[in-house]
């Protein structure tokens, strides 16, 4: 008997083209997911954590340990921030904005350590898509703290000073300071003036500088009240406060209720009209509304954090800006993937600083 029956016509083979695309793709997905879930990666743009962190600096940012922040900008290409790489084309639209809420973390926020936070006060973009900033977190929600001539008291004790800090110095020589000397410090920038020298560096190396015969004279440059600059934190009062002289401020906590007074208003005001979520809240003639009504007290919907840089007297901190909303917070950064000093592309091999790759973040 012939079997007239047509043979089953074999499976059609996947282009090789298709194969890429869907591998590229999937690449991307688990890429994406890794990133917004678990750990992303950030440079270290400015100084203002040497020598604990250094510009050039590649860290990797636990988002594990507070807990992973869902979208708020759910419409943006994978794998970018703000803007397509290498151009200033936005690569998201805000055309939708969700509630963001944070997934359970291992931890909350310790005072003094590292923190990954969005920088508050940028407006052009989305929470979720503005600017990444890394300080230490001194200040938790319910603190009181001050700075006194350069040291951090946090509810009347003083802070220990982090292993790296960095201050300013007048440094001046019996004769002029080579390049070469600032280098061999580590001190990575330095400003001629009045016959010798203001550097940020730390107190371990300021005093090895000023054992050695060539140098005259090595003093510690306190910012004192007379150096009083209408650019910190609260702007709105004549508080006098100063880098090194600071406070006492209170840092707010969910569920604290305050008076709104003349003493309050400009330090907590911009921060209830930001970062509370009112549609309409608003500060006219020294007074708080809220939905139109006058607000006499306020209880805090969230709570705040306040961030200072290691190098005290060259970092725009909270003593500039003021407060880090907890809905800012990002991650804790936990290793440092890889370093480079600045300079060209083709002197990178000389330039990676081999001792800093995987070298885990202390606090």
Same mark, same amino acid.
């Given at each position: 008997?012939?079997?007239?029956m047509?043979a089953?016509?074999g499976?059609?083979k996947? !282009? /090789?083209l298709k194969?890429?695309v869907?591998?590229i793709? +999937?690449? =991307?997905?688990v890429a994406?997911?890794?990133?917004?879930l678990?750990?992303?990666q @950030?440079?270290? &743009?400015? &100084?203002?954590?040497?020598r604990?962190m250094?510009?050039?600096?590649?860290?990797v940012v $636990?988002?594990?340990? %507070?807990g992973t922040?869902t979208?708020?900008?759910?419409i943006q @290409?994978p794998?970018t921030?703000?803007?397509?790489?290498?151009?200033?084309i936005?690569?998201y639209v805000?055309?939708i904005?969700?509630?963001m809420y944070?997934? &359970?973390g @291992?931890r909350?926020?310790?005072?003094?350590?590292?923190?990954v +936070?969005? %920088?508050p %006060?940028?407006?052009q973009?989305?929470t979720?898509l503005?600017?990444h900033?890394?300080?230490?977190c001194?200040?938790l929600?319910g603190?009181?703290?001050?700075v006194v001539d350069?040291?951090?008291v946090?509810?009347? $004790? #003083?802070?220990?000073?982090?292993?790296?800090l960095?201050s300013?110095?007048?440094?001046?020589g019996?004769?002029p300071? *080579?390049?070469?000397f600032?280098e061999?410090?580590n001190?990575s920038e330095h400003q001629e003036v009045n016959?010798?020298y203001?550097?940020q560096?730390e107190p371990?190396?300021a005093?090895?500088?000023?054992?050695l015969p060539?140098?005259?004279? #090595?003093?510690?440059v306190v910012?004192? %009240?007379s150096f !009083?600059?209408?650019?910190s +934190?609260?702007k /709105? /009062?004549?508080?006098g406060w100063t880098t090194?002289?600071?406070?006492?401020?209170? =840092?707010?906590a969910k569920g604290?209720?305050?008076?709104i007074?003349?003493?309050?208003?400009p330090v907590?005001?911009?921060?209830?009209v930001?970062?509370?979520?009112?549609?309409?809240?608003?500060?006219?003639?020294g *007074?708080?509304y809220i939905?139109?009504?006058e607000? $006499?007290?306020?209880?805090?919907q969230?709570n705040?954090? +306040?961030?200072m840089g290691?190098?005290?007297?060259?970092?725009e901190?909270s003593?500039?800006?003021?407060?880090?909303?907890?809905?800012?917070i990002v991650? *804790?950064p936990v290793m =440092?993937?890889?370093s480079?000093?600045?300079?060209?592309?083709?002197?990178?091999p000389?330039r990676?600083?081999?001792?800093?790759l @995987?070298?885990l973040i202390?606090?």
């Amino acid at each position: 008997m012939i079997d007239t029956m047509p043979a089953k016509a074999g499976k059609k083979k996947k !282009s /090789a083209l298709k194969d890429w695309v869907e591998s590229i793709l +999937f690449a =991307v997905v688990v890429a994406t997911l890794f990133r917004w879930l678990l750990f992303e990666q @950030f440079i270290i &743009p400015t &100084p203002s954590m040497e020598r604990s962190m250094l510009v050039g600096d590649v860290i990797v940012v $636990s988002k594990l340990h %507070y807990g992973t922040r869902t979208l708020a900008t759910p419409i943006q @290409f994978p794998l970018t921030h703000q803007k397509f790489w290498g151009t200033e084309i936005p690569s998201y639209v805000n055309w939708i904005q969700l509630p963001m809420y944070r997934l &359970p973390g @291992f931890r909350e926020v310790k005072r003094m350590e590292p923190v990954v +936070f969005n %920088y508050p %006060y940028e407006d052009q973009h989305p929470t979720d898509l503005k600017s990444h900033w890394v300080k230490r977190c001194v200040g938790l929600p319910g603190d009181s703290l001050k700075v006194v001539d350069g040291l951090l008291v946090v509810n009347d $004790s #003083v802070m220990p000073l982090p292993a790296h800090l960095q201050s300013s110095y007048f440094i001046a020589g019996k004769q002029p300071l *080579k390049d070469r000397f600032f280098e061999a410090n580590n001190i990575s920038e330095h400003q001629e003036v009045n016959g010798g020298y203001y550097v940020q560096t730390e107190p371990a190396t300021a005093e090895k500088i000023k054992q050695l015969p060539f140098i005259s004279k #090595v003093e510690h440059v306190v910012m004192n %009240y007379s150096f !009083s600059d209408s650019a910190s +934190f609260p702007k /709105a /009062a004549p508080h006098g406060w100063t880098t090194d002289n600071f406070g006492p401020v209170w =840092v707010p906590a969910k569920g604290d209720t305050i008076e709104i007074n003349d003493q309050s208003l400009p330090v907590y005001g911009a921060v209830i009209v930001r970062f509370e979520g009112w549609k309409n809240a608003e500060i006219t003639d020294g *007074k708080l509304y809220i939905n139109g009504y006058e607000t $006499s007290t306020y209880t805090f919907q969230q709570n705040y954090y +306040f961030m200072m840089g290691d190098n005290r007297h060259n970092s725009e901190d909270s003593r500039t800006w003021g407060f880090v909303p907890e809905d800012h917070i990002v991650g *804790k950064p936990v290793m =440092v993937l890889f370093s480079s000093e600045e300079g060209p592309w083709y002197t990178l091999p000389a330039r990676i600083r081999w001792g800093r790759l @995987f070298n885990l973040i202390k606090e």
